[in-house]
Antibody, heavy 119, light 107 residues
Framework: EEQLVESGGGLVQPGGSLRLSCAASGFTVTTNYMNWVRQAPGKGLEWVSVIQSGGSTYYADSVKGRFTISRDNSKNTLYLQMNSLRAEDTAVYYC?????????????WGQGTLVTVSS | DIQMTQSPSSLSASVGDRVTITCRTSQDISNYLNWYQQRPGKAPDLLIFGTSFLQSGVPSRFTGSASGTDFTLTIRNLQPEDFATYYCQQTYISPPTFGQGTKLEIK
């Protein structure tokens, strides 16, 4: 059974850093497009980043230059390194796997991990 | 970026009702439109992809359709578990973008 489990969230001061992890089971992260999506408290969904099966990475303008997506094949885990954090980065962060074909919808999601940026 | 205009932002209905949620895109996205359901405190779940394809395990009372750049999610015979927030998403052009959500509440 496919599963995604995020970890690494917490309280961090503005300007600080945090690394989120997303451990996958039941499938291999390297053969899928893996995404991070976030949701600020009481708000809608915002796509953050993707790492494609070939290794190409893309970012939302709001996080470009501050966040880095990566994966560890041996641990079958997806990461999001977040630097220079701002109050507006406060959100629940979800990792999500895109379906392998067609329009690439996100058919598996983790439970989310909360990141709070505050002094 | 492609703008997604989802309406209504909230909706009240009763068990057994039929409801429609609309998502209008700012440009042509072919059929690259997906719908998600999110219950409070939970991750989103994929309902429909590619405009009209039902995700495995999703009840057939959920249907999706399109007319040009207007996409529609219809839920027939509302059940208690359907009261949630619904989001549309386009995956045609990067960055993928979501609608602002429709909260479906019990009347």
């Amino acid at each position: 059974e496919e599963q995604l489990v995020e970890s690494g969230g917490g309280l961090v001061q503005p300007g600080g850093s945090l690394r989120l992890s997303c451990a996958a089971s039941g499938f291999t992260v390297t053969t899928n497009y893996m995404n991070w999506v976030r949701q600020a408290p009481g708000k809608g969904l915002e796509w953050v980043s993707v790492i494609q099966s070939g290794g190409s990475t893309y970012y939302a303008d709001s996080v470009k230059g501050r966040f880095t997506i990566s994966r560890d094949n041996s641990k079958n885990t997806l990461y999001l390194q977040m630097n220079s954090l701002r109050a507006e980065d406060t959100a629940v962060y979800y990792c999500a796997r895109a379906m392998s074909t067609g329009v690439l919808p996100y058919n598996y999601w983790g439970q989310g991990t909360l990141v709070t940026v505050s002094s | 970026d492609i703008q997604m205009t989802q309406s209504p932002s909230s909706l009240s209905a009763s068990v057994g009702d039929r409801v429609t949620i609309t998502c209008r895109t700012s440009q042509d996205i072919s059929n690259y439109l997906n719908w998600y359901q999110q219950r409070p405190g939970k991750a989103p779940d994929l309902l429909i992809f590619g405009t009209s394809f039902l995700q495995s395990g999703v009840p057939s009372r959920f249907t999706g359709s399109a007319s040009g750049t207007d996409f529609t999610l219809t839920i027939r015979n509302l059940q208690p578990e359907d009261f949630a927030t619904y989001y549309c998403q386009q995956t045609y052009i990067s960055p993928p973008t979501f609608g602002q959500g429709t909260k479906l509440e019990i009347k």
